[in-house]
T-cell receptor, first 113, second 113 residues
Framework: GENVEQHPSTLSVQEGDSAVIKCTYS??????FPWYKQELGKRPQLIIDIRSNVGEKKDQRIAVTLNKTAKHFSLHITETQPEDSAVYFCAAPLGGSNYKLTFGKGTLLTVNP | DTAVSQTPKYLVTQMGNDKSIKCEQN?????MYWYKQDSKKFLKIMFS???????INETVPNRFSPKSPDKAHLNLHINSLELGDSAVYFC????????????FGNGTRLTVT
């Protein structure tokens, strides 16, 4: 079936290290790939997104890369800080629908001081 | 000004009861959604409305009935609540384009006892 696979499910890093989270998607027609951050007890919030006409996008310490051929995209966080600790979700529109943004199962990132 | 607001924030009720959650957005978006986040943090789409019309119903039991009186409001009524309905329910909105990000409300934590 159509889905978004996300790995790893948990990730623990030392402050200052880099963190990478990877997602694969099944629908070759998908053209939009957002990443959301959800802190404990809060709502998911968009942190960065990429469209299929671009291979990489960067915003300060976070970046997203997209490989359309392989149907995968990754979130890179450099110089991690304790406040980066949260659950991160990737997503993609699946099934040819504008209205069905499907989420990966999330990655719990813990940044240890 | 909160862009997507939902009420109540917490809802504790007994099995068999009927309850409603309300959502309003002031972003001028055409599309609104209900997502369910279970205890494992999986974010799963339930419904999507575009300009008051139901677009997506993701095999949700018919005890769940969404209603959109206008494109700025999307309510969720749940009949005969069951233990398995306990979750956080997030309302969201978007412009409805294939590359539109979702804007989430703060969530309603429903606990069925």
């Amino acid at each position: 079936g159509e889905n978004v696979e996300q790995h790893p499910s948990t990730l623990s890093v030392q402050e200052g290290d880099s963190a990478v989270i990877k997602c694969t998607y099944s629908d070759s027609a998908s053209n939009y790939f957002p990443w959301y951050k959800q802190e404990l007890g809060k709502r998911p919030q968009l942190i960065i997104d990429i469209r299929s006409n671009v291979g990489e996008k960067k915003d300060q310490r976070i970046a997203v890369t997209l490989n359309k051929t392989a149907k995968h995209f990754s979130l890179h966080i450099t110089e991690t800080q304790p406040e980066d600790s949260a659950v991160y979700f990737c997503a993609a529109p699946l099934g040819g629908s504008n209205y069905k943004l499907t989420f990966g199962k999330g990655t719990l990132l813990t940044v240890n001081p | 000004d909160t862009a997507v607001s939902q009420t109540p924030k917490y809802l504790v009720t007994q099995m068999g009861n009927d309850k409603s959650i309300k959502c309003e957005q002031n972003l001028g978006h055409d599309t609104m959604y209900w997502y369910k986040q279970d205890s494992k943090k999986f974010l799963k789409i339930m419904f999507s409305y575009n300009n008051k019309e139901l677009i997506i119903n993701e095999t949700v039991p018919n005890r769940f009935s969404p209603k959109s009186p206008d494109k700025a409001h999307l309510n969720l009524h749940i009949n005969s609540l069951e233990l398995g309905d306990s979750a956080v329910y997030f309302c969201a909105s978007s412009m409805g384009l294939r590359d539109s990000p979702l804007h989430f409300g703060n969530g309603t934590r429903l606990t069925v006892t």
